[in-house]
């Protein structure tokens, strides 16, 4: 992504996360976002589901909870503690595409 536009992860037409590309971080083949630009952040609770990378530190993981009360699974992940080297993650937020619609940058703007 070269110009800073809007970009946001969608699932059906429903934004969950949206920022311009310039807040955003590319590890891994994956767009980590701010915790901030989680949209209706109150639908986002934590799972009980953890994961180890070697550089990366301990995942944690977060379920979403769609309009009809239904929850998505590890819909996304995060490092509450990254690793030194890893402070690019710190206090962000990546999703797994095949649990979302997948990611939009706008113009028009999402």
Known sequence: MSADQQTAIFLGDKVLAKAMTSDLEFVEGNWYFKESALIDRHRYTPSETHTTCPWKGEASYFNYEQDDGDQIKDIA??????????????GRVAFYVGKVDGLRVGAPPV
């Open 77 to 90: 992940w995060f490092y509450p503690h990254p690793k030194q080297g890893a402070e690019k993650v710190d």
